[in-house]
């Protein structure tokens, strides 16, 4: 990989990307909404690793510009991550569509709309690597997060489905289902340390999944087992938890 392209680059375990990459001198294309915030990072990453770091505006809920923001990139990446998603507030999007769809569209539709675009030209040239930032959650609804759930459920099945469609063009795609991660994201949210994994790990397994051709990775290997025994729970014993 010599040049590698993360949407969703504000993030913590996008900034934790950005740092693992650039200290193994790959350079770096980082796509966020909000651009200003990425030029420090530029700077300092320019400055520690000599690498090449081009900062670019993307906005995942845009759909309609996903394809000019591609055709744009120059060069083009030879490996794409997906990092960004939403987590929200469920209760209200219980009654405010707006809300849900928010959800739906940050942890689903937007990913899918870039990365059919990036798929595209990487079956062309018979190449590339692509990573989606799914999550254990998508693994069975819940009453508690069933918006974000069902996103991360259908992103699972399309990275799935992605990556059966490429293999035949050397395409390769790794689903990374992390669990908790200690970020902004999941503030004021009581989480098991021992099940919550820092940006850091997260971003030494994605890089370590792409090098080694993963097809789906747990980032903490308890969440394999524990969502194991969740999805082997009769759906009459389960439909009455409350999870």
């Given at each position: 990989?010599?040049?590698?392209?993360?949407?969703?680059?504000?993030?913590?375990?996008?900034?934790?990307?950005?740092?693992?990459?650039?200290?193994?001198?790959?350079?770096?294309?980082?796509?966020?909404?909000?651009?200003?915030?990425?030029?420090?990072v530029?700077?300092?990453?320019?400055?520690?690793?000599?690498?090449?770091?081009?900062?670019?505006?993307?906005?995942?809920?845009?759909?309609?510009?996903h394809?000019?923001?591609?055709?744009?990139?120059?060069?083009?990446?030879?490996?794409?991550?997906?990092?960004?998603?939403?987590?929200?507030?469920?209760?209200?999007?219980?009654?405010?569509w707006?809300?849900?769809a928010t959800?739906?569209?940050?942890?689903?539709?937007?990913?899918?709309?870039?990365?059919?675009?990036?798929?595209?030209?990487?079956?062309?040239?018979?190449?590339?690597?692509?990573?989606?930032?799914?999550?254990?959650?998508?693994?069975r609804?819940?009453?508690?997060?069933?918006?974000?759930?069902?996103?991360?459920?259908?992103?699972?099945?399309?990275?799935?489905?992605?990556?059966n469609?490429?293999?035949k063009?050397a395409?390769h795609?790794?689903?990374?289902?992390?669990?908790?991660i200690?970020?902004?994201?999941i503030?004021?949210?009581?989480?098991?340390?021992?099940?919550?994994?820092?940006?850091?790990?997260?971003?030494?397994?994605?890089?370590k999944?792409?090098?080694?051709k993963?097809n789906?990775?747990?980032?903490?290997?308890?969440?394999?087992?524990?969502?194991?025994?969740?999805?082997?729970?009769?759906?009459?014993?389960?439909?009455?938890?409350?999870?």
């Open positions: 990989m010599k040049t590698v392209l993360i949407l969703g680059a504000t993030s913590e375990v996008a900034l934790a990307l950005a740092d693992q990459l650039a200290a193994k001198s790959i350079n770096l294309i980082l796509a966020a909404r909000q651009v200003e915030k990425l030029n420090p530029k700077a300092d990453l320019t400055i520690r690793f000599g690498v090449t770091v081009t900062v670019v505006a993307f906005d995942a809920a845009n759909m309609n510009s394809a000019d923001f591609y055709q744009h990139l120059d060069p083009k990446p030879d490996a794409a991550i997906c990092v960004f998603g939403f987590l929200g507030d469920h209760d209200k999007a219980k009654v405010n707006d809300e849900c959800i739906l569209t940050a942890n689903y539709v937007g990913a899918v709309s870039i990365l059919n675009v990036i798929a595209n030209d990487f079956e062309s040239r018979k190449a590339g690597v692509i990573v989606g930032i799914s999550s254990v959650a998508g693994e609804g819940r009453q508690s997060n069933y918006f974000y759930g069902s996103a991360k459920a259908g992103f699972t099945a399309y990275l799935s489905g992605l990556r469609r490429l293999v063009s395409v795609v790794v689903t990374v289902k992390p669990g908790f200690r970020t902004k994201m503030e004021g949210i009581a989480t098991p340390g021992l099940l919550t994994a820092k940006p850091e790990q997260v971003a030494s397994s994605v890089i999944a792409m090098v080694a993963r789906v990775i747990y980032v903490l290997p308890a969440w394999r087992w524990i969502m194991l025994v969740i999805r082997c729970i009769p759906e009459f014993i389960f439909k009455k938890l409350r999870l």
